[in-house]
């Protein structure tokens, strides 16, 4: 496989390339840490790609503090905005193709049907404003790129909704979960494969792609599926947004029109609660 360089190697994402990596004995994959690939550091990214020139850079950096972005703007607009602008020009200069992760995020969440790559995006939050920024930057600079928008990340990596709903069930008698907000969670593992099987297929139909697990859920019954699968007891209450109060606003439909991706790639797409009773078993293991 060609050398590849996952920027935000220690994240959620990052963590899964790496777990399939290992586990497939990939080579030419380099995990730099932060303070050698920082994406705010063009002195850095320079010396990143004059040293292992990426045929393929996988950006998984991002500021994802949804809440937390609605007051410190300016860095959200630094790592999601001006981070891949960086990205993108040291890209184009080495003729390294960009694979980017953005989000569900950039739409407004008031349909009714999955959204496409040709739907229109309008932004709710800082967040979802700062990772259509960083779209729009890389579109312009770059024309060699995946922008791969995704949305309810949850993985045995990291922090997450999977993690956190076994760890408060194990802790209380029952929990109140939003139950009006609709998408499909992914599996990380599987978001990570499909990167990977992107960049063997050795396509040039770049653009910009939609890909989440199958199916549509809310997060109450996402929460019910996880005490289910793990077997925990724990009583789930499901409550409006309304009853739930968020610095940042939240889209309430986040499903994604998946199409494009599966016919240019020929991928098979797990269903979500198949692919949560992986990682939960892994949890557990």
Partial sequence: MAGIIVFGASGQLGHCIKSIVESEGIDSVYFPLENEANILDNDALKTIFETYKP??????????????????????????????????????????????????????????????????????????????????????????????????LYSEFGNNFVKTMLKLGAERDELKIIADQVGTPTYGIDLAGCILEIIKSGSKAYGLYHYSNEGVTSWFDFARAIFDLSGTQVKAIPIKTSEYVTRATRPSYSVMDKSKIKQEFGMEIPYWRDSLKICIGKLQS
């Fill in 55 to 152: 045929a393929y850079s996988i950006n998984c950096a991002a500021y994802t503090a949804v809440d937390k972005a609605e007051d410190d703007v300016e860095t959200a607009i630094k790592v999601n905005k001006t981070g891949v602008e960086n990205l993108s020009r040291f890209c184009a200069e080495y003729n390294s193709t960009l694979i980017h992760i953005s989000t569900d995020f950039v739409f407004r969440g008031d349909a009714a049907t999955p959204r496409t790559e040709t739907d229109e995006a309008k932004p709710i939050s800082v967040y979802g404003q700062t990772k259509l920024d960083g779209e729009q930057v890389m579109i312009a600079n770059l024309k060699n790129y995946f922008i791969i928008r995704t949305g309810w």
